[in-house]
Every structure is written in C-alpha cells, then in structure tokens.
C-alpha cells in the first residue's frame, strides 16, 4: 500500500499564496506521475496541474501563470505552489501518486487539504 500526506491547506486571502505538499511512503517500486486535483461541493474532481517523474508538467488553463507544480524524487514529494489565489481556488486540494506496485502502476490519492481564499 502507498499513503499519500498532504499538508500546507488554511486560509489566505485573494491575492496570498500557499504551498502544499504532498510526500508518498509505504511499499512501491517507483512513483511515476504525481498530481494534484481539486474538488468543490457538488463539481466534479478536476485537475490542477501533474507532473511527471522527469519534471514535465501541464496544468489547468486556470491557474496557468500563477500555480506552480515540482517534485522531489528522493523525497517522494510533489509541491504545489500558488501565487496570486483568488476565491475561485477555494476546494479541497488532493494529491495523486502513480506508484509501481508488484511491476503494476497503480493510481493512489490523498485524504485532501482544504484551501479557503476570501475576498
């Protein structure tokens, strides 16, 4: 199994910045791609931004410019770095690991941390 720790969520207002991170632990081979995702009541889970285990990244035309998403492979730790938040990025931020596990890639999230943005 493989347990994904996220921290860094609270409370900022428009135009603060924050940083999550996220580190994997547990039994795995490798950690491929690393992610994060986001969730407000009643949308849909969507995507912030991923990153690669070489360093590519893509991210949501939304928060492009102002979030910014790395990782440490020696640390099993993926970062995400929000500039310039606005109250539209209030949801529940859950960080995505795809880790090898038995020679399988396997998709694995975290319990989320919460980013409230005021106005």
């Known amino acids: 199994q493989v347990q994904l720790v996220e921290s860094g969520g609270g409370l900022v207002q428009a135009g603060g910045s924050l940083t999550l991170a996220c580190a994997a632990s547990?039994?795995?081979?490798?950690?491929?791609?690393m992610g994060w995702y986001r969730q407000v009541p009643g949308k849909q889970r969507e995507l912030v931004a991923r990153?690669?285990?070489?360093?590519?990244?893509n991210y949501a035309d939304s928060v492009k410019g102002r979030f910014t998403i790395s990782r440490d492979n020696a640390k099993n730790t993926v970062y995400l770095q929000m500039e310039r938040l606005e109250p539209e990025d209030t949801a529940v931020y859950y960080c995505?690991?795809?880790?090898?596990?038995?020679?399988?890639?396997?998709?694995?999230w975290g319990q989320g941390t919460q980013v409230n943005v005021s106005s």
């Open positions: 990153i690669t285990r070489g360093g590519r990244t």
């Open positions: 995505t690991a795809d880790a090898v596990v038995l020679l399988i890639p396997v998709a694995f």
């Open positions: 547990g039994s795995f081979a490798s950690i491929n791609d």
